[in-house]
């Protein structure tokens, strides 16, 4: 599902994009795609590294819920 390919940090990075400010889960910035993740805990230890090491812009990482489920904050662009 996702990858760190160019195509798939793109497609990454105009989801975040098109989502409002605010604190989310990997699935609820996903949708409908996350639920065809077979292995989230492997997708989403890509996600965060990208997130890291700043290739997506936007959004840093937030807290880690007490479901374990990690959550990022997607921040306004002026």
């Given at each position: 599902?996702?990858?760190?390919?160019?195509?798939?940090?793109?497609?990454?990075?105009?989801?975040?994009?098109?989502?409002?400010?605010?604190?989310?889960?990997?699935?609820?910035?996903?949708?409908?795609?996350?639920?065809?993740?077979?292995?989230?805990?492997?997708?989403?230890?890509?996600?965060?590294?990208?997130?890291?090491n700043n290739r997506l812009t936007n959004i840093s990482v937030g807290e880690k819920k007490s479901n374990n489920h990690?959550?990022?904050?997607?921040?306004?662009?002026?």
């Amino acid at each position: 599902m996702f990858t760190d390919s160019d195509a798939d940090i793109e497609k990454a990075q105009r989801l975040i994009n098109d989502m409002q400010p605010g604190v989310y889960e990997l699935k609820q910035i996903f949708g409908e795609e996350w639920k065809e993740n077979n292995d989230p805990t492997h997708y989403g230890a890509i996600f965060k590294k990208l997130v890291e090491n700043n290739r997506l812009t936007n959004i840093s990482v937030g807290e880690k819920k007490s479901n374990n489920h990690l959550t990022y904050i997607i921040i306004k662009q002026d």
